[in-house]
């Protein structure tokens, strides 16, 4: 999952600049990353967005496997009922579920982190101070994905019960990556820093399952890290 945020990144530098933003602001005054205190990292929205929304486009299990309970269960699709016999193995189209326009707008296919951010309001927040300030950070929050559209750890009881330490990992790791270097494609002879960007996304979208999804050819690209 690293390397497909990574790989993304470094095709979106706007998306670097926007996350590097809230880092500098939470890690003000910090010291090295082995200092720092637990309660930071709740405070790196912005870095569990990239996670979320990698996950969503690209999430490592496509395909999540469940049985219904003893009972029929019905589905209703489309104003029609569909009834499922107790106890039928059923498989969750993770990669279908996760990019319906109906709950991820018409940019579903867009990797968008900032999507998951729900800002407090347009311009301001509360006290008048600007979005540049950097109030607005301790004001944005989440989105909550409507139950069921967003199952890259599964749901209900049976959710991985590393979910959270794979975002404590994950956010960890990026905002240490993001405080003082950013990461850039590095471009063939000749190749424009757009193309270069282009050739990351066209490899990041050429996966396939291998157990768990994975790029097909990793190494028609590399990627450079850069000291701020």
Known sequence: MLSYSISLLAAHPEVQEWVAEEVHYVLQG????????????????????????????????????????????SLNINGEV???????????????????PRYWGSDSLVWRPSRWILPSCPGTVSNGASLSSGIIFDKETLLEPKKGTFMPWSDGPRVCPGKKFAQVEFVAVLSTLLRNHRVRPVARDGEKEEDAQQRILDVVADSGIHFTLQMRHPTRVTVSWVSV
Request: aromatic share 12%; glycine share 4%; charged share 20%.
């Open 30 to 73: 910090q010291g090295t990353s082995e200092t720092w205190e637990y309660s930071l990292f709740p405070r790196l929205k912005r870095c569990l967005t990239v996670m979320l929304e990698t996950l969503r486009l690209y999430p490592s299990v496509g395909s999540i496997p469940k049985y219904t309970n003893d009972r029929a269960q």
């Open 82 to 100: 569909h009834i499922i016999p107790p106890k039928t193995l059923v498989f969750l189209n993770s990669f279908a579920m996760h990019k319906m």
